[in-house]
């Protein structure tokens, strides 16, 4: 039977084209296909291991960092099997020498194991989920100790493997990679690989959220909070020029570079559809005097967050397994709450999925209206089917949100009448016709 073209079938097909993406309910399933019993049973698994140390044994098929990471890539092998092959699988690795630093005890392989799920539009578009492959005892050079790394960061990649495992059963239009890296513990070697490797291939990078410890609720400092989780991002890339350093000054923008960008959007999309959750937006790189796999990937210019838990337990960080003056150290299994890394690697899967959905950041956004009472803002309108539209997005400068947003349709340019340019910053988004929204670009350039 030839299916007739009734107008009341058009206008259905109308309104399925402009929905919110709050009316997909595929976030939603995301958020309860993720299990806190599967992250459970990983990150087990990876403490089995003995110590996970980057310099520890590779020949082993049950202790050392080569059993670990062997068992890794056989879990995404596993996945893409079941996607019929969704994604692609491999080592990328690079040789480090004791004169690369002063943690690395001998040379080693850093091996990182890489799954990509291409997208399907934009290929060469990618976001990024991290956790880590290595563990450490007290001393980072003791590659024989037992370092059970259970939150530091067992938590992250158990997280990372059960994002793949969730998201492998859909559809982006943008690739997903889900990663774990090593020689963390040693100066951050493997992110800095992959980072290297992903210019090197031209990687058009979304941004790179690095889950490091995600699964300790119960704080050094006496607070125990199942709730809060804290998103690290820098205010501008350490690659901006000189030039646009000086430009700030008169532009703004000092707190609006793209991993900031990136962190409220995290923050924005918990908000929404985890509403139990409580995201805290960090303003600064990382902890205090402290590290993450997501810096080498900005000091390449690329967007990149740390997002972990909120209360940390330094007794069960980099500690050997002890017990002094009745104090128990160590990172073990009992200190992980895998309820928490649940909910943590919920925000990651909505994240990953709303971004990898999205169509891309608008490009070339320039902002104008200087002494006049509106705002005016332009970009170059995308030739990308999908996009439904543009909305723009605006806050009061001391606002760590984007407050106020006003959707302006298939456009390349607006006029925000009564809207005056001194008193917000302004960004614009594109939306798809599927309701998803791309980051927001902060304005680069006036007219
Ligand atoms: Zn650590």
């Given at each position: 039977m030839k299916m007739k073209f009734t107008p009341l079938f058009f206008i259905a097909f109308l309104f399925s084209l402009n929905i919110s993406a709050q009316e997909n309910t595929e976030l939603y399933d995301i958020i309860d296909e993720v299990s806190s019993e599967r992250i459970e049973k990983d990150i087990t698994k990876l403490v089995s291991f003995g110590t996970r140390n980057t310099f520890s044994d590779t020949t082993s098929t049950t202790r050392g960092i080569g059993a670990a990471r062997r068992w890794i890539k056989a879990e995404f092998d596993n996945i893409s099997n079941n996607c019929k092959n969704c994604l692609e699988v491999f080592y990328q690795k690079e040789i480090v020498t004791p004169e690369d630093g002063s943690r690395i005890p001998h040379k080693a392989a850093v091996v990182n194991v890489v799954a990509i799920q291409r997208g399907t539009k934009n290929p060469d578009h990618y976001v990024i989920m991290s956790g880590d492959i290595d563990s450490r005892a007290s001393s980072a050079t003791d590659f024989t100790t037992d370092a059970?790394?259970?939150?530091?960061?067992?938590?992250?990649?158990?997280?990372t493997i059960e994002a793949a495992r969730v998201l492998s059963n859909y559809k982006f239009e943008n690739s997903i990679v889900y990663v774990g890296l090593s020689g963390e513990e040693q100066g951050l070697f493997g992110g800095k690989g992959l980072a290297e490797y992903a210019k090197k291939n031209n990687w058009n990078i979304i941004g790179v959220l690095n889950n490091d410890m995600i699964g300790n609720i119960d704080g050094v400092d006496g607070v125990i909070d199942n709730?809060?989780?804290?998103?690290?991002?820098?205010?501008?890339?350490?690659?901006?020029?000189?030039?646009?350093?000086?430009?700030?000054?008169?532009?703004g923008g000092e707190v609006d570079g793209i991993s900031r960008q990136l962190a409220r959007y995290i923050h924005k999309t918990t908000k929404e559809y985890l509403p139990e959750m409580n995201p805290m937006l960090i303003y600064r790189l990382d902890r205090f005097s402290r590290g993450g796999h997501h810096k080498p990937f900005n000091d390449l210019g690329f967007a990149g967050v740390r997002i972990m838990e909120a209360h940390e337990n330094y007794n069960r960080q980099h500690q050997d397994i002890r017990t002094e003056n009745g104090i128990e150290y160590g990172d073990v299994l009992e200190g992980v709450n895998f309820k928490y890394a649940e909910k943590l690697t919920e925000v990651n899967a909505i994240n990953l999925a709303s971004l990898a959905w999205a169509p891309l950041a608008p490009e070339e956004v320039a902002i104008g209206g200087v002494v006049e009472p509106s705002t005016k803002l332009k970009w170059i309108k995308s030739n990308n089917p999908n996009i439904k539209g543009y909305k723009i997005y605006w806050r009061d400068t001391t606002s760590p949100t984007w407050d106020y947003s006003r959707y302006v349709g298939d456009v390349s340019e607006v006029n925000l009448e009564g809207i005056v340019i001194d008193n917000y910053y302004f960004g614009v988004v594109a939306v798809g016709k599927n309701g998803f929204e791309s980051l927001v670009s902060f304005p680069k350039s006036v007219f």
């Open positions: 059970p790394g259970a939150n530091d960061n067992a938590s992250g990649m158990a997280g709730r809060s989780f804290r998103i690290f991002s820098e205010p501008v890339p350490p690659t901006e020029t000189e030039r646009e350093r000086k430009m700030r000054r008169y532009y």
